[in-house]
């Protein structure tokens, strides 16, 4: 598991190379090429990055190899919770940051060839945005979609979905005005047990909340506003 490999070691190692920023990745972050634009537009520091780091793979024609190393790291960051606070952490040293950052490439499984994710890696570690990077993968995430022409059904349950139920959302939502012509659907679930049942989707900037938890809220708010 990535956590033991990186217990394992002591951090806070002497630096075998001093800690950097490449300016040649910051720069290609800063100046995107209009054929390279993201597809769509993306808020907060971790939308920023995902941003930055698209048109960058974009400009070297990496954006697959990319988008499955950021896969790779997203899977390790859902069964390993740990990791995200081993990233997060204030106390990390230069070469604390330069040992995370070869662990991360190992996990990512991007090519020894493609300097893409270690350059960005490289970057984050040096900007001290390594936490951001569960973030920025599930951002990523969402501009490769767009750019596959795809448009995100998220359906959050207490409980798994059987696949019929699925479809049947599919079918629904694939009809509606949400989706446009030509459009791909790509369904992501999420299972959350404190919404307590019913379902939340979200389709586009579009959320419909049909949770027991919400209407609980409700009624709870109408008795507090009468009572």
């Known amino acids: 598991m990535f956590t033991r490999r990186v ?3 002591p951090l806070a190692s002497p630096l075998a ?3 950097r920023a490449p300016v040649s990745a910051v720069r290609s972050y800063a100046t995107p090429a209009a054929d390279t634009k993201p597809p769509v537009a993306l808020f907060g520091v971790d939308g920023t990055y995902a941003s930055a780091l698209y048109t960058a793979a974009a400009k070297q024609s990496t954006l697959d190899p990319t988008a499955r190393a950021l896969e790779s790291l ?17 106390s990390l040293s230069p070469g604390d940051k330069q ?12 090519p020894a060839s493609d300097k893409t994710m270690e ?26 979609s767009a750019h596959k ?15 019929k139920v699925i479809r049947q959302l599919e079918t629904a939502v694939g009809k509606s005005q949400y989706v ?22 979200e389709v586009g900037d579009r959320t ?20």
């Open 119 to 144: 350059n960005f890696l490289d970057t984050l570690a040096a900007n001290n945005r390594l936490k951001v990077l569960p973030g920025v993968s599930e951002k990523f995430a969402e501009l490769m």
């Open 208 to 227: 419909i909340d049909l949770s027991v938890s919400a209407r609980m809220s409700r009624m709870n708010k109408l008795l507090q506003d009468n009572l």
């Open 180 to 201: 446009g012509q030509g459009k791909k659907l790509k369904t992501v679930t999420k299972v959350t047990p404190d919404i307590k049942g019913g379902l939340i989707v």
């Open 99 to 110: 040992q995370l950052v070869a662990e991360l490439l190992k996990t990512s499984g991007a």
């Open 17 to 19: 190379r001093s800690a």
């Open 7 to 9: 217990l394992a070691k």
């Open 74 to 90: 997203h899977r390790a960051f859902v069964q390993d919770p740990k990791l995200t606070s081993i990233l997060a952490a204030p």
């Open 149 to 163: 022409g795809e448009v995100e059904l998220r359906v959050t349950s207490a409980a798994p979905l059987d696949a």
